[in-house]
């Protein structure tokens, strides 16, 4: 999914009802690209959003025959790494007492 317009959260609902937040998606961030057939987070708007979606098999067949979308391909995971990465180093400074 690639956010049009506005703003979308990202993040998951806890057996106790917490929502804890992944990460906040605005103007053509794109987000949801899973490696399993599972999506671990919802996502939700957080005001009126427009969002454009696209099918994992549409996606890998552009990228097959077309070396600039999968080059954005890469480029996005490695961001979502990094982002990853940032967040367990945030989670890890929290005190927790």
Do not use: Y
């Amino acid at each position: 999914m690639s956010v049009r317009s506005s703003a979308a959260r990202c993040g998951a609902i806890n057996c106790d009802g917490r929502r804890p937040i992944g990460a906040f998606h605005l103007d053509g961030d794109i987000f949801g690209r899973e490696n399993g057939e599972t999506h671990r987070f919802t996502a939700e708007a957080v005001v009126k959003t427009t969002v454009r979606v696209m099918r994992r098999a549409s996606l890998e067949v552009a990228a097959d025959s077309d070396i600039v979308v999968w080059r954005n391909l890469l480029g996005l995971t490695t961001d979502n790494l990094q982002h990853a990465k940032n967040h367990m180093l945030l989670l890890g400074r929290k005190n927790l007492t």
